[in-house]
């Protein structure tokens, strides 16, 4: 068999300075990654592994269905076990990596050499699929493989937030998401995504991330309350700041939106309620 040392798309668009466009799954069943790219409409997609549950054949069935179409693939995962998770999610055909809820900037380091590989971080020889489990081994393809695999690191620790520029110094660091649920949490006011405290972090993580030329990701859902001009106004908020990477919808977010909508036009003309 040929090992699947790929072409990562999005490593490619980041390079030429072009606008990258994603979507988030939480489903493992292979099918959802085949629906979204028959949509022809995503450059890559999110696995939220720190969302729902997954095995290790899980992330294997969800790279070769991404490898049907030309579509990179990200993993987010829990910032334990990092570690393993990371190389095991690269070897299974995983592209690219998110790491979420860091607060120390020595977690955001101990991720990055989780993901290059040896002499300036850990990642060595693992028989893997995604090199043929034997043929390309260790070789310098899948060194320079494991070199372009894009790193995205969330702020939404207010210890991290602290430490921002520290984190945007690091050469591994490829992309940025702020998040908002978690950051007002951490700062008291759970639940406020639109307090000015939680907005003000969030504009200047971005404007910093350009300053330092990293990529500042923005996450858009989906939410029948505000139909599409909600969306074009959140869209343009964040297009206004510079934004051009974007990871849009949720699967679990899709299907609850559709159901309150329609269910509710159903029951509506059915006297239901």
Same mark, same amino acid.
């Given at each position: 068999m040929a090992p699947i040392l790929r072409r990562n798309k999005l490593r490619e668009l980041l390079k030429q300075g072009k606008?990258?466009?994603?979507?988030?799954i939480h489903s493992s069943w292979p099918g959802i990654m085949e629906v979204v790219g028959n949509s022809e409409m995503m450059d890559y997609v999110e696995f939220s592994?720190?969302?729902?549950?997954?095995?290790?054949?899980?992330?294997?069935?969800l790279a070769r269905a991404s490898e049907l179409y030309d579509m990179s693939t990200m993993i987010k995962i829990d910032p334990v076990p990092n570690y393993f998770l990371a190389q095991r999610a690269i070897g299974a055909g995983?592209?690219?990596?998110?790491?979420?809820?860091?607060?120390?900037?020595?977690?955001?380091?101990?991720?990055?050499?989780?993901?290059?590989?040896?002499?300036?971080?850990?990642?060595?020889?693992?028989?893997?699929?995604i090199e043929g489990?034997?043929?390309?081994?260790g070789s310098k393809k899948f060194?320079?493989?494991?070199?372009?695999?894009?790193?995205?690191?969330?702020?939404? !620790?207010k210890?991290?937030?602290?430490?921002? *520029?520290?984190?945007? +110094?690091? %050469?591994?660091?490829?992309?940025?998401?702020?998040?908002?649920?978690?950051?007002?949490?951490?700062?008291?006011?759970?639940?406020?995504?639109?307090?000015?405290?939680?907005?003000?972090?969030?504009?200047?993580?971005?404007?910093?991330?350009? !300053?330092?030329?990293?990529?500042?990701?923005? *996450?858009?859902?989906? +939410?029948? %309350?505000?139909?599409?001009?909600g969306f074009e106004k959140t869209l343009k908020r964040y297009s206004d700041l510079g934004v051009v990477d974007y990871c849009i919808g949720f699967d679990v977010s899709i299907l609850l939106d559709w159901m309150r909508a329609y269910g509710g036009l159903t029951r509506k003309m059915l006297k239901m309620d």
């Open positions: 606008p990258t466009l994603g979507t988030h592994s720190v969302y729902a549950p997954f095995d290790l054949y899980a992330l294997e069935n995983f592209q690219n990596v998110m790491f979420a809820d860091f607060r120390t900037t020595e977690e955001v380091q101990g991720a990055l050499k989780a993901v290059r590989p040896e002499p300036e971080g850990m990642n060595g020889c693992w028989m893997h699929r489990y034997s043929i390309e081994n060194v320079q493989y494991a070199k372009d695999v894009v790193i995205a690191v969330m702020i939404e !620790k210890p991290l937030y602290d430490k921002l *520029e520290e984190v945007l +110094n690091m %050469t591994d660091v490829d992309m940025i998401q702020f998040g908002p649920c978690d950051y007002a949490m951490s700062i008291g006011v759970a639940g406020e995504f639109s307090n000015p405290k939680v907005r003000e972090a969030e504009e200047h993580t971005i404007k910093l991330s350009l !300053k330092y030329d990293k990529h500042p990701r923005a *996450e858009l859902g989906s +939410n029948y %309350t505000t139909g599409q001009a």
